[in-house]
């Protein structure tokens, strides 16, 4: 079983739709979780940053972590076509040595149509 | 730009060549990263520099060395690659080690022929 799944996709969705991705997880000692987004020939970007259980919203992006499914998803609202991208969720726990190790799912590819 | 650079952007090589990769970032960060990104699968760390130190490889075979001369530089040596290492090479870097924010720079589209 992989430490973190994450749906491939391709998600379609029309112009102004309500888009929900998911990534579930594992490893009960994730701490830190991260969504990514990810253009064509691009790095992936910070979008949304939450530590533990509960919700946090950035404009139309809410990421939303449920620890004790080990499920967390980012919801956007409003979606436009550059939202067209792939997201990655990603998430850490701290090492017994210190630091911190990203564990990245496969990433959901989204298109947002006109 | 997120002020991570890597050079080139594009790299097609041979099996028995040996070339780098380059990453610098302007943002002060002391911990960098190489991952590789392969199609339909997460991102996989390769190598960890803290402070210029290596503090985690990955089990990544030995024809990929890197090096990290100071905070700010850290590159990738390939050599003998195989066809399937190609991918893209993505580094990033963080305030710390134990800060989880990382930041991307474009990558390396790598094909090994």
């Known amino acids: 079983q992989k430490e973190v799944e994450q749906d491939p996709g391709p998600l379609s969705v029309p112009e102004g739709a309500i888009v929900s991705l998911n990534c579930t997880y594992s490893n009960s000692a994730f701490q830190y979780f991260m969504w990514y987004r990810q253009y064509s020939r691009k790095g992936p970007e910070l979008l949304m940053y939450t530590y533990s259980s509960g919700n946090k919203e950035d404009g139309r992006f809410t990421a939303q972590v449920d620890k004790s499914s080990k499920y967390i998803s980012l919801f956007i609202r409003d979606s436009q076509p550059s939202d067209s991208a792939t997201y990655l969720c990603a998430m850490s726990a701290n090492l017994t040595g210190g630091g911190n190790k990203l564990t990245f799912g496969t990433g959901t590819q989204l298109k947002v149509e006109l | 730009e997120t002020g991570v650079t890597q050079t080139p952007r594009h790299l097609v090589m041979g099996m028995t060549n040996k070339k780098s990769l380059k990453c610098e970032q302007h943002?002060?960060?002391?911990?960098m990263y190489w991952y590789k990104q392969s199609a339909k699968k997460p991102l996989e760390l390769m190598f960890v520099y803290n402070f210029k130190e290596q503090t985690e490889n990955n089990s990544v075979p030995s024809r990929f060395s890197p090096e990290c001369p100071n905070s700010s530089h850290l590159f990738l040596h390939l050599h003998t690659l195989q066809p399937e290492d190609s991918a893209l090479y993505l580094c990033a870097s963080s305030i710390g080690q134990a800060n989880t924010e990382a930041f991307f720079g474009q990558g390396t589209r790598l094909t090994v022929v």
């Open positions: 943002l002060g960060h002391n911990a």
